[in-house]
C-alpha cells in the first residue's frame, strides 16, 4: 500500500505530461493540410479567419480554388464569382486556365492579381469572397500576352511595402527555360504603373516571385526547375530595395524534393506571420500515373539565421501552427 502510494505523484506528473502532449498536438497541422489538388497558393487573414485562394489541378479550372479556414485542420471551399476563364478572356489571350493568384488588402480594399490566358488580371472587391470585379473599367488585362514577348506572363505577386507604396511582380519562361521577373511600382489606384515594368530577374528563377520584408532587408523568393518534375523547388535572394540588384541567398535551394520523395517537386509558394513566427504555404506534387501533374498545397515553418539568411527547410510533414 505505501509503494502504491509513492507512486501517485509520479503518475500525476505522467498524466500532465501526456495531457500537456495532447495539448500540442492539438495544434499540429499534417501535410498535405486539405483534400483535393491545388497548387500556386495565396493566403490572407481577415477578422481572423484565413482565405486560401489557388490554382485548381490539373492546370486550371474555369474558377480559382478558395478555402475558408480558422485553424488549418477543418476547411471549407468557396466559389466566388470573378476571376473565370469567360469574364478574364482578351483578344489576346491563350488558352492557359485560371491560375495562380496574389491577394493584398490595401485601404479596407481587397485587390487581387491573377493569370488568366497567359495574361495578368486585376480585381478588387471589398470582402475577401466578393463580389469582386475587374478594376479596369473596360474589363482588359493589365499585362497582355504579348506586351513582352520573351516573358511568360503569369504568376503575378503583390509587395505593398512598410511606406505603402505598392509593386507588382509576375514572369515565368517558355519550355522550362530563361525564366524572367518583371516589377513595377503601382500608382494609389493599385492598377496604374508608376513608371515602365523592369526586368530584375534574379540568379536561378524561373518563375512564381514573391517578395518579403524582414528587418529591412527584401528577399524576393522564387522557383526554378520544372513544375512538372522533381527538379522543382524554392530559391530566394536578397536586396536592399524591393527593385534589387539582388545577391542569391545562401542555403539554396531552401526547400526541394526529399530525400524520400515525400516532398516531390515543392514550389509556388506564398508567406505569411503569426506571432512572429514565419510560415511557407506551397504545393507539392502528389505521386500518381496520370498523364499530367496533380499538386497538393502544404504548410511548413519559415525560419532565419542570425545573419538574416533563410534556413534550410525541413518538410517534416506537421508543423506547429499557434495563432
Known sequence: MKRAKSLIPYLILLLIAIALNCSAQGNFIKNPIVAGYY??????????????????????????????????????????????????????SGDAMVWAPSIRKVNGKFYMYVAVGSEVWAGVSDHPLGPWKNTKADNSPLVTKNDYPQVHNIDPDCFVDSDGQAYLYWGSGYNWVNGHCMAVKLKKDMITFDGKPIDITPPHYFEAPHL???????????????????????????????????????????????????????????????????YILY?????????????????????????????????????????
Open 212 to 278: 518579403v520584408k524582414r528587418k529591412g532587408l527584401y528577399y524576393l523568393m522564387y522557383s526554378y526547375g520544372k513544375a512538372i518534375d522533381g527538379t522543382y523547388q524554392i530559391r530566394y535572394s536578397i536586396g536592399s530595395s524591393p527593385l534589387g540588384p539582388w545577391k542569391e541567398g545562401e542555403n539554396d535551394p531552401i526547400l526541394s524534393t526529399s530525400a524520400d520523395s515525400t516532398t516531390f517537386g515543392p514550389g509556388h509558394h506564398t508567406v505569411f506571420a503569426e506571432n512572429g513566427q514565419y
Open 39 to 92: 497548387a500556386d497558393p495565396t493566403i490572407i487573414k481577415d477578422k481572423g479567419t484565413y482565405y486560401i485562394y489557388a490554382t485548381i489541378d490539373p492546370w486550371g479550372a474555369e474558377e480559382l480554388g478558395v478555402l475558408e479556414t480558422k485553424d488549418f485542420k477543418t476547411f471549407t471551399r468557396r466559389h466566388i464569382n470573378w476571376p473565370t476563364k469567360k469574364q478574364c478572356t482578351s483578344p489576346t
Open 283 to 323: 504545393h507539392r506534387i502528389h505521386p500518381q500515373k496520370q498523364a499530367y501533374v496533380l499538386r497538393e498545397l502544404c504548410i511548413d515553418s519559415l525560419n532565419f539565421d542570425s545573419k538574416g539568411n533563410i534556413l534550410k527547410i525541413n518538410p517534416s510533414g506537421v508543423v506547429n501552427f499557434t495563432k
